[in-house]
């Protein structure tokens, strides 16, 4: 723990920036190295502000891009300790190639990482297109919908990054200004309590050991680059066992339950949205208001986007006759990556829901409550068909004339 | 390490692909260990042979060598082996040719002299050059 503690109330108004930059103080890090852009500027301005007043005993590193950020993170997570920084869009896109090294290094490195749109053209806003961009770069993922999900689950990432049995790098994803700039009532853990629940850091082959020297980096060609590829794929499709167990430590001492897949009203429904971020709170308004209408619909999201959850989601929409999977990124050429995922995760059960692909929200355009219920009315129509409404993918929100593609 | 590296499945690799140096703690003062009796790792790079990499090799002619150590502080591959402050020879097994050690020796004639890979070193050295009357060189 931190030597100076920072007095907070049991219930604190945080933003999403302040949730991160507070669980980051709270789990004692030796080195967070940044670059600030927006929207996450305030989580690395917030800790250079404990810095300064003394509650930070790590190091703050400044430096003089992404690029840098994450090289000194995988410096200072190859030397022996707990690391973290933030980053968004364009600083993220610039991180990527590092990103790789940090998951294939199995450096257990904490990304905060406030999701905006990518240019061109050039947009401040939230989208996901950031976090699809760094899906296959062997993080955890990790989808939150509030404030309060940024401060518990970045807490509990650096539970599950660093444990033995993972070892890989955690991207804790908030929506921007949504999430990154909504101030809501924060129910905190006191710094005591939050550290101990993270626990001492454990080094793991670290470079400071001068009782093993050590080379990390190292170049493989064929003969064992696929062997390393292949243990990093089992380490984090074994992930799930921690995350589970971390969810349900971390339920024991808050009572706050996190779930590999978060559902609302899925028990008895017919038709289903999946989406990412916020927009699950604003489908859980619609919901309620579709039940009372006497139309069961549920929503649907994968708290954690890798390891993609596949058994689970397809458990889930066995009984469901029609799916609207929401993707918040431009799919470029293709449907998007939550279609894909989602008709690859029901392909092999027997369940044969009608599967629409929906693009919303780029740039930080609005999902409203009257957007998403309309969606789901075309999702009543098809479960009483059986048949798509019109195209597999469709764009909403987006003036101009209907953007419909792909013919069932 | 009982297997090698060679026949270990992911399983059994080290996660991150983490090379060590040496083979258990050292919990010894490693600067008062010769190379030749130091525990390598299989997986150190002193196991890697790159000596094919070099076109031309410097062949060491002791005849003229006044042992100022130049060679063995500037090769960039600690690959001049010296003992007790005399130069022994070279580690062809890690030598990439460079010539560095040629460019910096200062003996007339010099010590150390490129010559092509397949030229035998007892060869080389009956063409080694006379003292040179130019100063500086």
Same mark, same amino acid.
């Given at each position: 723990?931190?030597?100076?503690?920072?007095?907070?109330?049991?219930?604190?108004?945080?933003?999403?920036?302040?949730?991160?930059?507070?669980?980051?103080?709270?789990?004692?890090?030796?080195?967070?190295?940044?670059?600030?852009?927006?929207?996450?500027?305030?989580?690395?301005?917030?800790?250079?502000?404990?810095?300064?007043?003394?509650?930070?005993?790590?190091?703050?590193?400044?430096?003089?891009?992404?690029?840098?950020?994450?090289?000194?993170?995988?410096?200072?997570?190859?030397?022996?300790?707990?690391?973290?920084?933030?980053?968004?869009?364009?600083?993220?896109?610039?991180?990527?190639?590092?990103?790789?090294?940090?998951?294939?290094?199995?450096?257990?490195?904490?990304?905060?990482?406030?999701?905006?749109?990518?240019?061109?053209?050039?947009?401040?806003?939230?989208?996901?297109?950031?976090?699809?961009?760094?899906?296959?770069?062997?993080?955890?993922?990790?989808?939150?919908?509030?404030?309060?999900?940024?401060?518990?689950?970045?807490?509990?990432?650096?539970?599950?990054?660093?444990?033995?049995?993972?070892?890989?790098?955690?991207?804790?994803?908030?929506?921007?200004?949504?999430?990154?700039?909504?101030?809501?009532?924060?129910?905190?853990?006191?710094?005591?309590?939050?550290?101990?629940?993270?626990?001492?850091?454990?080094?793991?082959?670290?470079?400071?050991?001068?009782?093993?020297?050590?080379?990390?980096?190292?170049?493989?060609?064929?003969?064992?680059?696929?062997?390393?590829?292949?243990?990093?794929?089992?380490?984090?499709?074994?992930?799930?066992?921690?995350?589970?167990?971390?969810?349900?430590?971390?339920?024991?001492?808050?009572?706050?339950?996190?779930?590999?897949?978060?559902?609302?009203?899925?028990?008895?429904?017919?038709?289903?949205?999946?989406?990412?971020?916020?927009?699950?709170?604003?489908?859980?308004?619609?919901?309620?208001?579709?039940?009372?209408?006497?139309?069961?619909?549920?929503?649907?999201?994968?708290?954690?986007?890798?390891?993609?959850?596949?058994?689970?989601?397809?458990?889930?929409?066995?009984?469901?006759?029609?799916?609207?999977?929401?993707?918040?990124?431009?799919?470029?050429?293709?449907?998007?990556?939550?279609?894909?995922?989602?008709?690859?995760?029901?392909?092999?059960?027997?369940?044969?829901?009608?599967?629409?692909?929906?693009?919303?929200?780029?740039?930080?355009?609005?999902?409203?409550?009257?957007?998403?219920?309309?969606?789901?009315?075309?999702?009543?129509?098809?479960?009483?068909?059986?048949?798509?409404?019109?195209?597999?993918?469709?764009?909403?929100?987006?003036?101009?004339?209907?953007?419909?593609?792909?013919?069932? | 390490?009982?297997?090698?590296?060679?026949?270990?499945?992911?399983?059994?690799?080290?996660?991150?692909?983490?090379?060590?140096?040496?083979?258990?703690?050292?919990?010894?003062?490693?600067?008062?260990?010769?190379?030749?009796?130091?525990?390598?790792?299989?997986?150190?790079?002193?196991?890697?042979?790159?000596?094919?990499?070099?076109?031309?090799?410097?062949?060491?002619?002791? =005849?003229? $060598?006044?042992? @100022?150590?130049? &060679?063995?502080?500037? +090769? /960039?591959?600690?690959?001049?082996?010296?003992?007790?402050?005399?130069?022994?020879?070279?580690?062809? =097994?890690? $030598?990439?040719? @460079?010539?560095? &050690?040629?460019?910096? +020796? /200062?003996?007339?004639?010099?010590?150390?002299?490129?010559?092509?890979?397949?030229?035998?070193?007892?060869?080389?050295?009956?063409?080694?050059?006379?003292?040179?009357?130019?100063?500086?060189?």
């Amino acid at each position: 723990m931190n030597s100076k503690i920072m007095d907070i109330k049991k219930i604190e108004v945080w933003d999403g920036n302040m949730a991160a930059s507070q669980a980051f103080r709270q789990a004692d890090i030796d080195v967070v190295a940044a670059y600030p852009i927006t929207p996450s500027t305030p989580v690395v301005e917030n800790y250079a502000t404990f810095e300064a007043n003394g509650y930070i005993d790590g190091e703050f590193v400044m430096v003089e891009s992404e690029h840098a950020a994450m090289s000194a993170c995988v410096g200072a997570a190859a030397a022996g300790g707990r690391v973290a920084t933030a980053t968004s869009s364009q600083g993220f896109a610039l991180m990527v190639e590092v990103l790789y090294q940090a998951a294939g290094m199995r450096l257990p490195i904490v990304l905060a990482q406030v999701n905006r749109a990518l240019a061109a053209p050039l947009n401040v806003n939230g989208d996901h297109s950031d976090m699809y961009l760094g899906r296959d770069s062997g993080w955890i993922n990790v989808s939150t919908f509030s404030p309060q999900e940024v401060y518990d689950l970045t807490l509990c990432a650096f539970k599950i990054a660093e444990h033995l049995d993972v070892r890989l790098p955690v991207n804790i994803n908030q929506d921007g200004f949504m999430s990154s700039h909504t101030a809501q009532n924060i129910r905190t853990l006191d710094d005591k309590t939050a550290c101990d629940f993270v626990g001492p850091y454990k080094a793991v082959n670290a470079m400071l050991d001068f009782s093993k020297p050590v080379t990390h980096g190292v170049q493989t060609e064929e003969d064992w680059h696929f062997e390393h590829k292949a243990k990093q794929h089992n380490a984090i499709m074994r992930s799930v066992k921690v995350i589970d167990a971390v969810f349900a430590e971390f339920k024991a001492l808050t009572g706050r339950e996190y779930k590999r897949v978060e559902s609302y009203g899925m028990e008895d429904a017919e038709i289903a949205i999946v989406a990412f971020g916020t927009t699950y709170e604003t489908a859980k308004i619609v919901v309620d208001n579709l039940k009372k209408e006497g139309i069961n619909a549920g929503i649907i999201a994968p708290r954690i986007f890798r390891p993609f959850p596949l058994e689970e989601l397809a458990a889930q929409l066995q009984n469901v006759k029609a799916v609207a999977c929401l993707d918040r990124s431009a799919p470029g050429g293709t449907v998007g990556a939550l279609y894909n995922e989602i008709a690859g995760a029901l392909f092999n059960s027997p369940a044969r829901p009608v599967l629409s692909n929906v693009i919303y929200g780029l740039g930080g355009r609005d999902m409203t409550v009257s957007v998403l219920t309309g969606i789901y009315k075309d999702l009543v129509k098809e479960a009483a068909t059986g048949k798509l409404n019109g195209t597999i993918q469709r764009f909403v929100g987006v003036r101009g004339p209907e953007l419909n593609y792909y013919n069932a | 390490m009982s297997k090698s590296i060679k026949d270990m499945g992911w399983d059994e690799l080290v996660q991150g692909a983490a090379l060590f140096s040496f083979e258990g703690d050292v919990d010894y003062e490693m600067s008062q260990v010769q190379p030749e009796d130091r525990n390598y790792a299989e997986t150190n790079s002193r196991n890697a042979y790159v000596g094919d990499w070099r076109v031309e090799k410097p062949v060491f002619n002791k =005849d003229f $060598c006044i042992d @100022c150590q130049f &060679c063995w502080i500037f +090769c /960039p591959d600690t690959s001049i082996i010296a003992r007790d402050k005399k130069m022994i020879g070279v580690d062809m =097994d890690h $030598c990439k040719g @460079c010539g560095i &050690c040629v460019e910096v +020796c /200062p003996t007339n004639p010099k010590s150390l002299l490129m010559f092509n890979e397949n030229t035998d070193n007892e060869e080389a050295l009956t063409q080694w050059p006379e003292k040179s009357e130019e100063k500086g060189e």
